[in-house]
């Protein structure tokens, strides 16, 4: 997996690229969590470079997810849409067609949203 770092307006948007393994997928919500700041108003995870996840990436989202509200995934293909699919069990990951789509919604949102308060933003967007 390749990762590529773009900063607009307090949002990282992290093209991701290649195949995404569970390890790699974990080294990037480490890397997530140690460089979130008072100033950074969310991050954008951007499958559309990406030619196959491993399910267990997804059982990994769900849980970090849950307490993570200000991260969005963007750009999955059909293929990858199906694997998340196999392994969703609730509406934990916010997904959105493009990364402009989950940009918008993340501006229109507060800095730190609570779970139960992202969820009602990502059905509004």
Known sequence: MRVYR???EGVSILRL????R??????????????TSSRQ???ILDFQGVEHVNYHVFELFEEWFSVHPDVLISGLSDYILDIL??????DTIPVFSDW?????????GSRRLSPSGA??????C
């Open 22 to 35: 569970s390890e790699e997928a974990r080294m990037l919500l480490d890397f997530i969590e140690e460089t």
């Open 6 to 8: 773009t900063e607009c």
């Open 41 to 43: 108003e969310g991050y």
């Open 17 to 20: 690229s290649g195949e995404v």
């Open 85 to 90: 699919a196999f392994v969703r069990k609730g």
């Open 119 to 124: 969820r009602e933003l990502v059905a509004s």
């Open 100 to 108: 402009r789509t989950a940009f918008r919604c993340l501006k229109a």
